[in-house]
Structure formats: C-alpha cells, structure tokens
C-alpha cells in the first residue's frame, strides 16, 4: 500500500501531503434505469458501466470509485461518464495526470477500508485522509505512459486468446458433431455419408452410446472428517471440486493421510481418468487428472474404456456438452449435476483414431491459449513490479523505458 502511515523517505522532488491537498471524492448522482434517455454516455456503477445515457455528469478522462456495493472498485473513464449515487468521482485540486492518479489510487486497497458491516460503504474521510506521496508532474506523465504501455500489451495478449478460444469453439461444433476423415477434412453431407441418431445427424461410422457404456467405471469420492486433525496434512492427494479449472491436473491443495482416506468412503482416481464438477462455484467444469489421487463427494471421476473411448476426447465431448446439459437442468429448477445424469447423457462416439484426430486438433489450440494466458501473466507480474517500484519513488524515470 503506497498511501499508508509508514513511508518510506520519499525522493526529495516528491510532495508528502494529505489525499485531501491532491484530489477530492465527490458524491456521483441518482440516476434510475427509467430516468436514462439513449445515448453514448457510459453510466458507472460501483462495478463499473451499467448503462448509457444522453447527457454526462463529469467531463472525461476520469476516475470513478465504489462506494457502496462494490467497495473500492476503480474504474477509469477515458470519456466524458455519468456516475451514479453508489460511487464517488475523483475531482482534482491540483493540476495532477489523471491517468497517473488512477494507477495511484489501485495501490491504495480502497476495497479493504470497508466502514459498514451490514451494507459495505466507503468513508471518503477515511480516503482523504490518507498519507501519500506523490512525484512532480512530468514525471506522473512518464510514469502513466510506462503504466498504459504495459495496460495495452496486456489488452493485445486478452484479444489474442478471446480470437483463439472463438477459433476453437467453432471447431468443437464442428469436430464434435461432424468429425474429422482420415485426411483431415471435416466432414459435410455432400461429400461424405450422414445419419439420423438421438442427438441428430451424425456420420455413419459414429455411434451413439450413453456415457457409462463409454467408461469402465465412473465414481465420486468423499471427505474426511475435517475435526480429527489425523486425517489430513498426510501424503495423498484430495481433489475439491473448485480445484478442477485448468485441463491437467497434477496437484491438490490439500492432501490426506491414508487413515482419512481409508475412512471417508473416497477412491483412487488413476492417471487420465477424465474429472468432473457435479456442484459448486465450478459445477460442469471437466479436466484430466494426470496423477494419481483421490477427491471429494463433489467430485465425479471417469475411467475410460481404452478400447472404446479416448481419454482426451471424452474431456473434450463433456467441456462441450456440460454447458447445454447445465442449462437445461437450471430451467428445470435442478441446479446441479449427479452421476446419474452425467452416467445417462448421450456421447456420440467415432472410431478410436478418429477421437484421436479431433483431440490433437483441440489439444494445439488448448496449448496456444496457454502459451498466451502465461504471456499475459508475466506481463501482469511486470506491470505490477513497475507500479510498486515506480508509484513509491524507488525507481525514478528520467525516460521513457522500452519494457514491452
């Protein structure tokens, strides 16, 4: 935190005041979804743009902040914006770089000076009276470019993915339903031969099977009982529900002794069996375990039949078909999944080679938004070692540096 009682001795060029000699938060305006007219001017809420509307309330570039809701949320505004009555706006009293000012205020962990327990609200007094340091003009430009520069790179990088994983989504429509020939072409019904089957036309050589027929076994697991302190911090690895985000899973964030697993009803999950969330934060989210392990009772685990379906392509047919079983489940007032439904839900099933074409085909894509999403994480992590060295003075800049 930058804005603290404790600084470190700032350069001898920077100004050491109160946040209240620099900017003032002013009360946003009530403006009901009725009230709005058509128009291009963002109307920001404590989460940021909520609508539009036909007039501004603040000229723009600017800064918008939570003030109830939302607590602490900053926003920047690079046009003329409406704030509503749950945020505050930032109003200079000095000639400062605006844009500066809005990577200051990011280091100030506004989002933790919480003031109600019941409703969260931000105390503006508490904000103004804030010890800051801050530098002189030309060098809040410089370091605001530094700061932007590093903002647009890691725009590019989240443009690059979002085309990637459109890419692949399109091709999961195709790959999953129309399949791949053994010389690459997806298949159509003018040139290759189609039939009617439960989940529509598919090509001939498919079948359609009801998933447990695809897998040797499928089976969830449980959880010790967390008040005996013997039964965790052991050896073996336990798989939450929430852990199951990325596509290979290697590593649980909790492990449990042999005497725990023995007594909470969980099994061994094997290396590429295929793992899904049944409920939770992360229900309907697959992956592929890659270690051996157990897991919870959220926690729903696939061992393939070898002979009959492909590992990856089993992973790939649920990521693509969970989200449509989901929705239909919400409209129907149940939420979750369970083993019987994912047991009884339809897989359409070509040859062993072919899943194995239309698994590389998805696999190459998967591992190019990867390369790209660990891009983007080093430029994050660069751009938050400039802000802590260059918004405390510890490093100066006299020029512009050419990072990105």
């Known amino acids: ?57 603040v000229k723009g570039p600017g800064i918008i902040i939570g003030r109830k809701g939302s607590v602490g949320e ?110 690459g072409q997806i298949r159509n019904e003018d040139t290759h031969k189609f039939k009617d089957s439960p989940l529509g036309r598919i090509p001939e050589e498919w079948e359609v099977v009801r998933l447990q027929e695809a897998v040797i076994r499928s089976f969830s697991g449980g959880t010790p009982n967390r008040e005996n302190p013997e039964f965790f911090n052991g050896t073996i690895k336990w798989l939450k529900s929430g852990e199951i985000s990325t596509k290979y899973i290697y590593n649980t964030e909790e492990k449990i002794t042999l005497k725990g697993f023995k007594l909470s009803g969980s099994k061994y999950i094997t290396k590429d069996s295929v793992v899904i969330a049944l409920y939770g934060a992360t229900a309907g ?35 693509f078909r969970v989200p449509k079983i989901l929705a239909q489940l919400q409209g129907s007032g149940q939420p979750n999944l369970n083993k019987e439904i994912v047991d009884n839900s339809l897989i359409p099933l070509p040859p062993l080679l072919e899943q194995h074409r239309i698994a590389s085909i998805l696999s190459q894509i998967d591992e190019v938004i990867e390369k790209e999403e660990r891009y ?27 990072e990105f």
């Open 285 to 319: 989210q697959t992956g592929i375990v890659k270690e051996k392990m157990t897991m919870n009772q959220a926690v729903l685990a696939l061992a393939c039949n070898k002979t009959k379906t492909h590992y990856e392509y089993l992973y790939y047919h649920l990521r």
């Open 1 to 57: 935190m930058v804005g603290d009682e404790k600084l470190r001795k700032p350069p001898e060029e920077w100004e050491e005041c109160k946040l209240i000699d620099i900017i003032e938060l002013r009360y946003g305006k009530g403006l009901i979804g009725q009230d709005r007219k058509n128009g291009n001017i963002p109307v920001y809420g404590s989460n940021g743009i909520i609508g539009y509307h036909n007039k501004y309330l």
């Open 74 to 183: 900053i926003k920047y505004s690079p046009l003329d914006f409406f704030p509503i009555d749950t945020t505050y706006y930032v109003s200079p009293k000095k000639e400062i770089d605006i844009k500066y000012m809005y990577y200051f205020l990011l280091t100030l962990c506004l989002d933790e000076m919480n003031s109600h327990s019941a409703v969260p609200g931000l105390n503006r007094s508490n904000v103004h009276s804030l010890n800051i340091i801050i530098p002189p003009l030309p060098e809040q430009r410089k370091i605001a470019d530094i700061l932007e520069t590093a903002d647009e790179a890691i725009e590019k990088t989240d443009v690059i993915i979002e085309k990637y994983r459109r890419i692949q989504q399109g091709l999961m429509q195709d790959l999953l339903t129309k399949g791949i020939d053994e010389k």
């Open 376 to 402: 983007k994480e080093k430029l994050e992590r660069i751009k938050q070692g400039l802000m802590q060295d260059l918004l405390t003075g510890k490093v100066r800049v006299n020029h512009l540096i050419e």
